[in-house]
T-cell receptor
Framework: GAVVSQHPSWVICKSGTSVKIECRSL??????MFWYRQFPKQSLMLMAT?????????EQGVEKDKFLINHASLTLSTLTVTSAHPEDSSFYIC???????????????FGEGSRLTVL | AQSVAQPEDQVNVAEGNPLTVKCTYS??????LFWYVQYPNRGLQFLLK??????LVKGSYGFEAEFNKSQTSFHLKKPSALVSDSALYFC?????????????FGAGTRLFVKA
């Protein structure tokens, strides 16, 4: 199957600093990527939809100034957690759909996730 | 809005026995349903999907799922469980909202397979 690379896999930072997480589709192009947040023993919460060449679409309750998303190319989306606080500590997962697959029918390919710990 | 429900937080099964992980859905229009598996501290992996056609869908690692329109269910099954199948399983449905197409996930079901 298609491969999505997510980096870093884990990061520890101090409160108040910013952290950038990268999501790359390695063998396909993705006009749309998705960023999820997962709390322990819970399901995935969609944070935002990243659109190549345009602004991301954020879900209700997600602060767009807090979680900056950039989708500069068909293979790369980045999530920057700005001014991180301990409550931002979580497991962040990105996913992408091959642009050649149907918007309703194409499966998602996921990165391995990034565990953020804010001290 | 579309949604899926996974009524069981956890399923326990002995190795070699058949397993079923339940999922029911609520959609307007045609359902586009998916199953994903997550191993500890990893991203999700696609197992299978139902778009149209045969109600029995075969996927990766010997898993299959049965689409039942009258019961609005899409249960995941495997004839003979392996210890390595122990993981977190998510049922999902594709939704089209004002922000575009997105995937809505169920709460997840943790599968434990005992040797």
């Amino acid at each position: 199957g298609a491969v999505v690379s997510q980096h870093p896999s884990w990061v520890i930072c101090k409160s108040g600093t910013s952290v950038k997480i990268e999501c790359r589709s390695l063998d396909f192009q993705a006009t749309t990527m998705f960023w999820y947040r997962q709390f322990p023993k819970q399901s995935l919460m969609l944070m935002a939809t990243s659109n190549e060449g345009s602004k991301a679409t954020y879900e209700q309750g997600v602060e767009k100034d807090k979680f900056l998303i950039n989708h500069a190319s068909l293979t790369l989306s980045t999530l920057t957690v700005t001014s991180a606080h301990p409550e931002d500590s979580s497991f962040y997962i990105c996913s992408a759909r091959d642009q050649l697959a149907g918007e309703m029918t194409g499966e998602l390919f996921f990165g391995e996730g990034s565990r953020l710990t804010v001290l | 809005a579309q949604s899926v429900a996974q009524p069981e937080d956890q399923v326990n099964v002995a190795e070699g026995n058949p397993l079923t992980v339940k999922c029911t859905y609520s959609v307007s229009g045609n359902p586009y349903l998916f199953w994903y598996v997550q191993y500890p501290n990893r991203g999700l992996q696609f197992l299978l999907k139902y778009i149209t056609g045969d109600n029995l869908v075969k996927g990766s690692y010997g898993f299959e799922a049965e689409f039942n329109k009258s019961q609005t269910s899409f249960h995941l099954k495997k004839p003979s469980a392996l210890v390595s199948d122990s993981a977190l399983y998510f049922c999902a449905v594709r939704d089209k909202g004002t922000g575009g197409f997105k995937t809505i996930f169920g709460a997840g079901t943790r599968l434990f397979v005992k040797a």
